[in-house]
């Protein structure tokens, strides 16, 4: 079983939609956890850190269930910049090393 | 953008050889990891320097090896490179300021023929 999974994938959808990813994660003790947003051939960028009460920044909410190792990112609002492929990134506790999922990729059609 | 540099910007080489990749950290950052990305896959943790130190190591072999500087800045070495090293490679720095957010360098596309 990987370490993190995500929804494979991809997701096509029209501007103005709303669409969610998910990702579960194995390891019970991770500590801390993020969204990351990667464009074609760049570099991974901080979309948002998750904490277990939930938080929003803007369009963007991350929602983290500890019992169940459930992460998820909901985008409202879909524009076509939000294109790009979305990393779900677990901290397991060791020296800031990061798992990545693999990634799930959304297009935004106009 | 991060403040994180990365040369080359791309790189080919031929099986056997050996190959040095560099990052500059962010300012005030002491912490720099290194991750391989594949094709289609997400970017996986090879080894974390902090303070010029190892400091974790994923599942790659000995032939990934590392440093890092006084400055902080670092460097990956691979050696008797394989086909399955062509990938991006990035680097990411962090500070002991009690976060885990990393800050990632634009990579080195390495490929190997």
């Known amino acids: 079983r990987k370490e993190v999974e995500q929804d494979p994938g991809p997701f096509n959808v029209p501007e103005g939609a709303t669409v969610a990813f998910n990702c579960t994660y194995s390891?019970?003790?991770?500590?801390?956890f993020f969204w990351y947003r990667q464009d074609c051939r760049k570099e991974p960028k901080l979309l948002m850190s998750v904490y277990s009460s939930g938080n929003e920044d803007g369009r963007f909410t991350a929602q983290l269930n500890r019992a169940s190792q459930y992460i998820s990112l909901l985008i409202r609002d879909s524009k076509l910049s939000d294109s790009a492929t979305y990393l779900c990134v677990v901290n397991p506790g060791s020296a800031r090393q990061l798992t990545f999922g693999s990634g799930t990729q959304l297009t935004v059609l106009p | 953008e991060t403040g994180v540099t990365q040369s080359p910007t791309h790189l080919i080489k031929t099986r056997g050889q050996q190959v040095t990749l560099r990052c500059s950290s962010q300012s005030g950052h002491n912490t720099v990891s290194w991750y391989q990305q594949a094709l289609g896959q997400g970017p996986q943790f090879i080894f974390q320097?902090?303070?010029?130190?190892?400091?974790g190591r994923g599942n790659f072999p000995p032939r990934f090896s590392g440093l890092q500087f006084p400055n902080y800045s670092s460097e990956l070495n691979v050696n008797a490179l394989e086909l399955d090293d062509s990938a991006l490679y990035l680097c990411a720095s962090s500070s002991a300021d009690g976060t885990d957010t990393q800050y990632f360098g634009p990579g080195t596309r390495l490929t190997v023929l």
């Open positions: 390891n019970s003790a991770s500590q801390s």
């Open positions: 320097y902090y303070r010029e130190e190892e400091n």
